[in-house]
């Protein structure tokens, strides 16, 4: 049913069912939210968005308030901007003065309100709260007194997660938001995922940072300190200096990290395709030998231990494969060490990830040999960019180098990975290959593309039909779950990654990309699949030589020993 509503003496059209703010956001009419999160049932709680309505004593809030038909509306009145100008000026009065070296000066949706409403002085005061700062976690920091209770993170954790790790807690004038019991994030639910860090509109959360170490590193003329970076970094880093969303900037990332000083540079996507050839080999055997189905991917640190916390009964349906960013590891300080004659003791590893939660991975037990851990570092995207400033590195004047090819070379189904779907699509592409000898006639597998947060499909395998299902955003993956508890047989192979979209909207990735930014990510991604020449992982020639050379076969013994892990139960404080 069509309606006709005014505002700012314009006449729009709306829908019935419509709340202000969607008519407003059609028709490029700007309210400033706090607590609104799209796709989430508003509570208008921070106020922020109040308007004007003809025939109403009270201002409404946009966010919950329906149109009807006629209404008029005036969206900055005197009245409204006093409003929100009172608001702004209330958050500001319990809030740290140390915008100069807050994590998010220049990004922070409390400091752009208080320059849209010509906030100059500080008009209220007031005894400030003290909270303790919450470092326990090893990917994300809590800083209670930034927050300005927005409880944007609380519903991402408990609506999209299905993890619930931090609450309301206390009333009135003395809420604040916690973990449960008041202790840290370490001891919480928290599966490290970042999404908390990524709906945050101050720097009440953000991860913890890698760089510090990696720069004393780089100093150290007994290290040789070697770089790997993620299949979706390259298109999404350039969105930190200015770039359009989803541009590839892959080229110029390798100059620029040569730039700083890595002494190699290598792509994990090369890992991904090695991550595809154990994982594809292992559900086939699984298959063929009545092997524990659903196989469930392993590739997503969050997922596995959202799994260990929440689903231990199917800790046995994860693949035993390490994520890429730890075979790239294991690889690196083994493989690469004895043939470049280089002492795994005196090698650094970082890699960058666009995941908190690669943070948390990269400090288990089960990612350590001999005592030496996979990976020494990570960085996320957001400290890649503050790495390349921090050495006055102009990107724009770069031009582009190729990563060192010893592992560096990828298929476009490493590259894939990126995306929600991506490592499902890797792994038929290969488990075809395996099962039949024949390579696919189209590699595409177009039911598992998408930013869904949940997609399925059949795909036909010589006289095998498989069922495939891709999750992303871990509330979906606890409903499949349940379904496969409840008797479901249908599916053999499940794809989970906790951040919606998967790795391209992971939470270490520039912060404030909207839907169409991850979009055009996930674009650029499967455009490259579609123009490079090797799209399968198992052509990938120094893959093959790999297994050659030093790992023989896949689900060998020296792949068991390097490239796989187990899990374990984990509980809930």
């Known amino acids: 049913m069509n309606l006709t509503i005014e505002v700012n003496n314009n006449k729009l059209s709306a829908q019935k069912g419509d709340t202000i703010l969607d008519v407003l956001s059609r028709n490029g009419m700007g309210v400033p939210t706090l607590c609104h999160m799209k796709g989430l049932f508003p509570t208008g709680s921070c106020r922020m968005c109040v308007v004007e309505v003809e025939g109403r004593k009270n201002l409404v809030t946009a966010c919950s ?89 609380v519903r991402v954790c408990d609506e999209i997660e299905g993890v619930s790790a931090i609450e309301f807690v206390g009333r009135g004038s003395k809420t604040f938001i916690d973990t449960s019991f008041n202790h840290g994030l370490n001891l919480s639910s928290c599966v490290n995922c970042g999404q908390c860090i990524m709906v945050c509109p101050t720097g009440a959360l953000k991860e913890k940072s890698h760089i510090a170490e990696t720069k004393d590193n780089l100093s150290d003329p007994n290290k040789t300190v070697i770089i790997q970076y993620a299949p979706s970094i390259s298109v999404t880093l350039a969105e930190e200096f200015g770039f359009k969303p989803g541009q590839n900037i892959i080229g110029i990332m ?115 040999q001999n005592g030496i851990s996979d990976v020494d570092a990570v960085l996320t995207t957001r400290e890649l960019a503050r790495l390349i400033r921090l050495h006055g590195i102009d990107i724009h004047k770069l031009e582009p180098e190729i990563a060192d090819s010893t592992l560096g070379t990828r298929s476009s189904a490493g590259k894939i990975f990126g995306a929600s779907g991506g ?29 869904e947060g949940r997609k399925e499909a059949k795909v036909q395998i010589g006289e095998l039909e498989v069922g495939v299902a891709v999750v992303s ?46 979009k055009a990510r996930m674009t650029t991604l499967y455009d490259i699949d579609e123009k490079d020449a090797i799209k399968v992982s198992h052509k990938n020639p120094y893959i093959v030589e790999l297994y050659d050379k030093f790992l023989g076969k896949p689900l060998g013994h020296k792949s068991h020993e390097l490239l796989h892990t187990h899990y374990q139960k984990r509980e809930v404080k």
């Not at 871990?474 to 990654?497: P, Q, T, Y």
Request: aromatic content about 6%; glycine content about 8%.
């Open 65 to 153: 308030e329906p149109v009807n038909d006629g209404m008029k509306i005036m969206t900055h009145s005197s009245r409204v901007i006093e409003s929100r100008k009172t608001i702004v000026e209330l958050l500001l009065s319990n809030h740290p003065d140390d915008c100069l070296y807050c994590e998010r000066n220049g990004n922070c949706e409390l400091q752009k309100l208080s320059e849209d409403l010509n906030i100059r002085e500080r008009r209220i005061s007031g005894q400030k709260n003290n909270y303790r700062l919450d470092v326990s976690s090893a990917s994300i920091v809590r800083d209670p007194a930034k927050c300005i209770l927005c409880g944007r993170c």
């Open 473 to 518: 955003g871990l509330k979906n993956a606890s409903m499949l779950m349940d379904e496969i508890r409840n008797g479901r047989d249908d599916i053999h192979f499940i794809e989970v990654m906790a951040c919606p979209g998967g790795c391209i909207n992971g939470g270490g990735q520039p912060i404030g990309a909207d839907e169409e930014a991850i």
């Open 423 to 451: 490592v499902m699509e890797a792994a038929v592409r290969t488990a075809h290959y395996l099962i039949t000898g024949k390579e696919m006639v189209k590699f595409q597998v177009r039911g598992v593309r998408g930013l």
């Open 254 to 368: 390798n100059a620029a990290l040569r730039r700083i000083g890595f002494d190699y540079v290598f792509d994990t996507s090369f890992s991904a395709d090695l991550t595809i050839m154990e994982e594809a080999s292992e559900l086939v055997h699984r298959v063929k030998n009545g092997g524990k189905l659903p196989m469930v991917t392993s590739c997503c640190p969050g997922w596995v231990k959202f799994a260990e916390e929440f689903h231990q009964d199917m800790i046995d349906n994860l693949s035993t494969c390490k994520s890429p960013q730890q075979m790239m590891g294991a690889i690196i300080k083994s493989y690469f060490a004895q043939s470049e004659g280089i002492d795994p003791e005196k090698i650094y590893s970082v890699s960058v990830m666009p995941c908190t939660a690669k943070k948390f991975e990269q400090q288990r037990e089960e990612m350590t």
